[in-house]
Nanobody, 117 residues
Framework: VQLQASGGGLVQAGGSLRLSCAAS????????MGWFRQAPGKEREFVAA????????YNVDSVKGRFTISRDNAKNTVYLQMNSLTPEDTAVYYC???????????WGQGTQVTVSS
């Protein structure tokens, strides 16, 4: 599976962005899909994930109520809708695919999100 993330950019605090991650290769629909982020000087952290069907989703507490993960298996794409962005959300965002919520084998190249105050 190859993953291509896009949709990052510069936005003011309180604004919104939607990240997309397009997957190529077969069996996309069988994978858990996740979003992670890494801010400068910090470790990479989990942001959100969705099961293969998209019926179950998981979010880190800091983004609950603001970020929504969704997926369209027909388009081999997973999305991260980010609302009410704050400067603390500034990071490189990565999408990932795996066989379990805590195990990701494939990673995209990352897309930069910068939130100005």
């Amino acid at each position: 599976v190859q993953l291509q993330a896009s949709g990052g950019g510069l936005v003011q605090a309180g604004g919104s962005l939607r990240l997309s991650c397009a997957a190529s290769g077969r069996t996309f629909s069988s994978y858990f899909m996740g979003w992670f982020r890494q801010a400068p000087g910090k470790e990479r952290e989990f942001v959100a994930a969705a099961t293969w069907s998209g019926d179950s989703t998981y979010n880190v507490d800091s983004v609950k109520g603001r970020f929504t993960i969704s997926r369209d298996n027909a388009k081999n794409t997973v999305y991260l809708q980010m609302n009410s962005l704050t400067p603390e959300d500034t990071a490189v965002y990565y999408c990932a695919a795996g066989n379990d919520l805590d195990l990701y084998d494939y990673w995209g190249q990352g897309t930069q999100v910068t939130v100005s105050s």
